[in-house]
């Protein structure tokens, strides 16, 4: 079977050698503080914002593609694009928008297949159009006006490959499977490179969109010399091209695939064809491939979750150690979640929140507020790896490295590794809680009745540290959602991320807080070598954190000072509707007790925050002014 083939880019620049413990002992320092200033302060805590809940509507369609591709507006289909069952023949395009289609199959002398360069092609026509590649129309509109941003919700693409005779899905999840003892053994990844593209157009004077839905990361996408133009005789020019992955269109840690102008209705084409210069083109040309697409804009139902590396080593050295190791060499996270029954996975790429400097150390993604279980957060290398997925036979897929559960079977799983260098984390498990061991459910005391948590701390890996083998990659590693773990001081007010990205259809907020130096807060001028409070928090020597209480459960959220310390910002940060801004903390993180005091705001100046029924925006302020240790006083002209 001969196949198109051109010359592929280079590969990336090497493997990442990422590994659980090549990294330093980190040691935490404060910098003495060396300007010893009278500072007055004043504080102003404003930008509150209420938003408007955004959805889109689109026409219902389906289409179907069995003998010829027709769009059926009869089924009611709300947001989803579905292609059934049609069959791609080869094709080449850089941007789905110019289609290109060889006139010959390109045989050398011998019958060996021969470059791109060596062939001949012709354009694409009209009558091209659902005949070998898909081309369909459609149009979305906003339900509210102003801007209503459209995301990718998720999708999934399923094709048959001629030569395993086996149907390939793509669909962004990551399945763990578990062997006959009862312990994680691999996980399924694609393996088979597929070079099936699709493309989104919104009109002719922006960029399409073109995703290759095989990869989960951009980098994990691959690159072809695609044909941009034929000349008069068929010869073909070609341009280096490359996919992006759906997961840079996921709602809450991505960008919008689409932004639409209000009421006014936007068409949009939708472009799927088999890349003809990609690898392994043959062992999908002519076989059935089924497409579905899910956009949303509005998702009331979802809620972000935080993760926290707080990771010590494996080594006996440094089990006592905080290295935070998470983010060593590039590494990302992907959160997987299920339903109830451990069906339908979802695989959502976790987005970096905060950064030690060098790493990062904190990431969030969206969470259904329902899924309590069956939640997985899994390491990856950020470049593919060629592997022992099977134990036997190597193969080039996106490694996993560590793997944190949050499942029913997940202290099972550790007793099953209960031997040699798994017998490390079953001992941690137990530090955490000796009679549960590791959280079955994402709640304060670990059950499906308690209280939900969404902050989930890193604390160990799995004791294999380093391994090639993938069933100890995927071993159960160590942490806890939100409660107190015996050797730190978190908790159940610790805080969550800043720099959240919003959430439309809850209730969100940004808090300025200005440090003014016209009024002195008098206990924090010599404080721990001096320096005055503003220099204090710019040099994160001392902590501000914003408290709310939602139906008794506390969350306080760390603030970012800004200029010098003149004000503390919390931005982008989603609360729960009917959440209260209730006090502010001020932490010493050196400290074994961090908060050294409180600024409570008083119960008739507390803001009530809920979802607003407009598109305003309003803004709610405080002061903190030096009456004794400091109090918080209302400021502006908001209503309570």
Not at 185 to 203: E, G
Request: hydrophobic share 30%.
């Amino acid at each position: 079977m001969m196949k198109l083939k051109d010359k592929f880019c280079n590969l990336l620049n090497g493997l990442v050698d990422s590994r659980l413990n090549n990294t330093k002992k980190v040691t935490t320092s404060y910098v003495a503080l060396f300007l010893v200033l009278s500072i007055f302060a004043v504080s102003t805590f404003s930008w509150f914002t209420i938003r408007d809940t955004a959805t889109i509507d689109s026409d219902p369609f389906s289409l179907e593609s069995a003998a010829g591709m027709r769009v059926n507006k009869g089924e009611e289909i709300r947001n989803t694009i579905t292609v059934k069952q049609a069959k791609l023949k080869e094709a080449s395009s850089v941007d789905g928008r110019n289609m290109f289609f060889p006139v010959d199959r390109g045989y050398g002398v011998k019958g060996q297949s021969v470059d791109t360069s060596e062939m001949k092609f012709r354009e694409g026509t009209v009558g091209d159009k659902n005949n070998g590649y898909i081309y369909s129309d459609f149009t979305l509109t906003g339900q509210t006006g102003g801007q209503v941003e459209v995301y990718v919700k998720s999708y999934k693409v399923q094709v048959h490959n001629r030569n395993t005779k086996k149907d390939e899905v793509y669909d962004g999840a990551t399945h763990i499977t578990v062997d006959s003892n009862n312990k994680p053994s691999t996980y399924l990844a694609y393996q088979n490179p597929c070079p099936i593209r699709i493309a989104f157009i919104r009109n002719s004077a922006e960029a399409s969109t073109v995703i290759d839905p095989t990869a989960i990361i951009d980098n994990y996408a691959d690159e072809c010399q695609a044909v941009s133009s034929v000349n008069s005789l068929g010869s073909a020019t070609t341009t280096k091209a490359k996919g992006r992955s759906f997961s840079d269109y996921y709602f809450g840690t991505g960008a919008p695939l689409f932004t639409l102008d209000g009421l006014k209705s936007q068409n949009i084409t939708m472009v799927a064809w088999l890349e003809a210069t990609g690898e392994n083109c043959d062992a999908y040309e002519g076989q059935d491939v089924s497409i579905t697409v899910e956009l949303e804009s509005n998702w009331k139902d979802m809620e972000y979750v935080t993760f926290v590396d707080k990771t010590k080593g494996d080594a006996d050295n440094d089990e006592n150690t905080e290295l935070r190791w998470v983010g060593n060499a590039g590494c990302f996270l992907v959160m997987t979640y299920y339903d109830e029954n451990f069906a339908n996975p979802k695989s959502v790429v976790m987005s970096e929140s905060k950064s030690d400097g060098k790493k990062p150390i904190e990431w969030i993604a969206y969470l259904p507020k329902d899924k309590i279980t069956n939640i997985s957060f899994m390491r990856y290398s950020k470049v593919k790896e060629k592997i022992k997925l099977d134990g036997t036979n190597e193969v080039e897929v996106g490694r996993i490295y560590n793997v944190w559960h949050t499942t029913a079977d997940v202290n099972k799983w550790i007793a099953a590794n209960n031997s040699g260098k798994g017998e490390k984390a079953f001992n941690w498990s137990q530090e955490i809680n000796r009679e549960k061991g590791l959280q079955t459910y994402r709640t304060d005391n670990g059950t499906a009745t308690g209280n939900k948590e969404n902050t989930y701390y890193a604390v160990h890996g799995n004791g294999y540290g380093d391994t090639p083998t993938v069933a100890e990659n995927v071993a159960p590693c160590i942490g806890y959602w939100g409660t107190t773990y015996p050797n730190s001081s978190g908790g159940s007010v610790e805080p969550t991320t800043t720099e959240q990205l919003p959430i439309t259809g809850e209730t969100y907020a940004r808090a300025d807080i200005q440090i003014d130096y016209n009024l002195w807060l008098n206990e924090y001028n010599s404080y721990n070598g001096g320096g005055g409070l503003r220099n204090l928090l710019s040099q994160d020597v001392l902590v501000l954190k914003a408290v709310f209480d939602s139906n008794g459960t506390e969350t306080a959220y760390k603030m970012k000072p800004q200029g010098g310390g003149d004000k503390c910002v919390l931005s982008k940060t989603s609360v729960k509707s009917g959440s209260r801004l209730v006090r502010f903390d001020l932490y010493d993180p050196a400290k074994e007790v961090p908060i050294i005091r409180n600024y409570p705001v008083p119960p008739n100046i507390q803001h009530t925050f809920t979802e607003s029924a407009g598109s305003n925006e309003y803004i709610i302020s405080y002061n903190l002014v030096n009456q004794g240790s400091g109090k918080v006083e209302k400021a502006g002209n908001w209503e309570i």
